[in-house]
């Protein structure tokens, strides 16, 4: 049975700011953020948007009621989440009106959750082929201003469907993966931004990636010249150029031109959004099929899926026939050219609002805010949503 991704959408806030500007304000060369880092722009959220809507308004865009009808499991991914122990996943279920027979579930292991969820996902779907599972990726990256992180931030959420005879892409059964304890990234339970060991981030990644390619490429004897792409978890863009530099060092240029170009397009939608976490991988994805001119039925992608702390995966895919007609190109690109562009003292003004902390009753002002499902406040220690279109 394949089982794979049968639809895919992404949803960010309609702010941003230019790392440009933000450069310039921070004292530093702009080409060291869009160039050194790889990062033009940056999604910000307003009060009235958290991990619950930004998840919400990236399944919205994709989901039909005969999709709705046939969801029985959804699985958010997170590292924003906004309860110890209510799960994210029951908001958006109650949003989007599913059906109430239906196992929702919250999973955490920093960027790395989503495709933990992918592969329970395809689990499900093989015991249960006529069901569809709703997999959510959704995060908010704050570091705080001025901070050597700061740069690497953004919002987002990517939303897709699993199912059998998927319509974009089908998951191949082989994955390899590791777990590590290491302390490159953490955010404690007392502390609203998180903690980073830059370097040893880096290094930490690439060695995942390099260790887990050679491992795949030890069970099914593939080489890169197998991959017509390699996608990356981008905390920012020029994190997996990195890695994916190392890999190519030593094969054929023709493989090199391949592998690179794919990566120059799988990037932009990152790029232009900023740092989503868990999303970020599955947002590279969408990037490269809704931009790439080269890509066709039948082509093998690579992605390399990693989280912090630490635990990663590399598995693939094969491009359905058609894949084209179910993507969410238009939507998405007016999305993007619609955004509002703020100067760095609104940035720092939206950032530096602080939501009550313990009290049972506000309200958030959404009379700005453009999306269909937004955060409203809280009610006896309650949070409260509503859908404005």
């Not at 499991?73 to 906004?82: C, D, K, L, P, Q």
């Not at 029951?90 to 920093?110: C, F, I, N, W």
């Not at 100067?343 to 902390?357: A, H, M, R, S």
């Amino acid at each position: 049975m394949n089982i794979g991704i049968d639809k895919i959408g992404f949803f960010v806030p309609h702010l941003y700011v230019e790392t440009k500007d933000l450069a310039v304000k921070r004292g530093v060369e702009p080409e060291k953020f869009t160039i050194g880092i790889g990062q033009e722009k940056m999604a910000v959220a307003p009060a009235s948007q958290d991990a619950v809507t930004l998840a919400a308004n990236a399944a919205l865009s994709i989901l039909t009621e005969e999709d709705k009808q046939a969801i029985d499991y959804v699985i958010f991914a997170t590292e924003s989440g906004i309860d110890h122990s209510k799960a994210a996943s029951t908001y958006v279920h109650d949003l989007l009106g599913l059906p109430s027979y239906t196992r929702a579930v919250e999973m955490k292991q920093a960027c790395y959750s989503a495709t933990a969820g992918l592969q329970a996902a395809r689990g499900h779907i093989a015991l249960n082929p006529n069901s569809k599972v709703l997999v959510l990726a959704s995060d908010i990256s704050r570091y705080g201003l001025n901070t050597a992180g700061e740069i690497t931030q953004g919002a987002g959420a990517v939303a897709f469907v699993v199912a059998k005879d998927p319509k974009i892409l089908s998951i191949e059964p082989t994955s390899v993966y590791k777990t590590e304890e290491a302390m490159d990234f953490w955010r404690p339970l007392y502390s609203e931004t998180a903690f980073v060991q830059g370097k040893f981030s880096v290094d930490q990644y690439i060695n995942f990636f390099l260790d887990l390619l050679a491992r795949y490429n030890e069970k099914t004897n593939r080489s890169l010249k197998d991959f017509d792409a390699l996608l990356f978890h981008l905390p920012y863009t020029k994190m997996g150029l990195k890695a994916l530099r190392k890999s190519v060092e030593a094969v054929e240029s023709t493989d090199q031109e391949r592998l690179l170009s794919g990566f120059d397009i799988s990037k932009y939608y990152n790029a232009i959004v900023g740092n989503i976490y868990t999303g970020s991988l599955y947002l590279s994805l969408v990037s490269l099929l809704e931009n790439s001119q080269t890509l066709e039925a039948g082509n093998r992608i690579g992605l390399f899926s990693y989280g912090s702390g630490s635990v990663g995966e590399f598995f693939t895919g094969v491009l359905v026939p058609g894949y084209e007609q179910y993507l969410n190109t238009i939507h998405h690109t007016a999305m993007l050219k619609n955004r509002t562009a703020l100067t760095v003292d609104e940035y720092e003004q939206i950032f530096e609002e602080k939501l009550p902390v313990g009290e049972k009753d506000y309200t958030v002002d959404t009379t700005n805010d453009p999306a269909p499902f937004v955060f409203t406040g809280v009610t006896e220690h309650m949070r409260q949503y509503k859908r404005q279109a």
